[in-house]
T-cell receptor
Framework: QKEVEQNSGPLSVPEGAIASLNCTYS??????FFWYRQYSGKSPELIMFIYSNGDKEDGRFTAQLNKASQYVSLLIRDSQPSDSATYLC???????????FGGGTRVLVKP | DAGVIQSPRHEVTEMGQEVTLRCKPI?????LFWYRQTMMRGLELLIYFNNNVPIDDSGMPEDRFSAKMPNASFSTLKIQPSEPRDSAVYFC????????????????FGPGTRLTVL
């Protein structure tokens, strides 16, 4: 079992709809969670981080964390073609440790 | 700030040659990470440093790979001898971190080095 798991996709979403991405992690000691976006041929860039159970909103993005279920999700509202990318979920146990990345979910937003 | 700087951006070499990848982290950052990304294996952590000290090199594939961080502003990843299966994009990333804190800060990635070994 991988430490951080994501559905590889592709997740196909019509423009203007909500894209829902899911991520599960196996280490209950994980404290911090990150969502990175990676465009083809580019490096990953951070879009959201979340530390506490519940929802965190930033513009069109909402991250949700449920530590009891070991589950992190990312919602993209009003999806745009420019949101087409691979989204990487990452978890970390403690500040000095390494990020563990999932395999990524490829999202395609169709006009 | 210029962000994490990596060089070269592209490298094409022949099997058996030595390859050296370079990274300059963001000034003030105290943690540095080397990753490799391929379609088959995704993003893999090779090694990371805290305060210039290697903490975990369990991701380094074999003895052909070595990494150094002689000071806070420079790191190298060396492959000797290189093989075709080493072809990948190699990313360097850095972050500033209070190592005693419970929560981790954002990690910034460099643009990557695309390595092709023929």
């Amino acid at each position: 079992q991988k430490e951080v798991e994501q559905n590889s996709g592709p997740l196909s979403v019509p423009e203007g709809a909500i894209a829902s991405l899911n991520c599960t992690y196996s280490d209950r000691g994980s404290q911090s969670f990150f969502w990175y976006r990676q465009y083809s041929g580019k490096s990953p860039e951070l879009i959201m981080f979340i530390y506490s159970n519940g929802d965190k909103e930033d513009g069109r993005f909402t991250a949700q964390l449920n530590k009891a279920s070991q589950y992190v999700s990312l919602l993209i509202r009003d999806s745009q073609p420019s949101d087409s990318a691979t989204y990487l979920c990452a978890a970390i146990k403690a500040a000095g440790n390494k990020l563990t990345f999932g395999g990524g979910t490829r999202v395609l937003v169709k006009p | 700030d210029a962000g994490v700087i990596q060089s070269p951006r592209h490298e094409v070499t022949e099997m058996g040659q030595e390859v050296t990848l370079r990274c300059k982290p963001i000034s003030g950052h105290n943690s540095l990470f080397w990753y490799r990304q391929t379609m088959m294996r995704g993003l893999e952590l090779l090694i990371y440093f805290n305060n210039n000290v290697p903490i975990d090199d369990s991701g380094m594939p074999e003895d052909r790979f070595s990494a150094k961080m002689p000071n806070a502003s420079f790191s190298t990843l060396k492959i000797q001898p290189s093989e075709p299966r080493d072809s990948a994009v190699y990313f360097c990333a850095s972050r500033w971190q209070d190592l005693l804190a419970s929560k981790a800060n954002e990690q910034f990635f460099g643009p990557g080095t695309r390595l092709t070994v023929l």
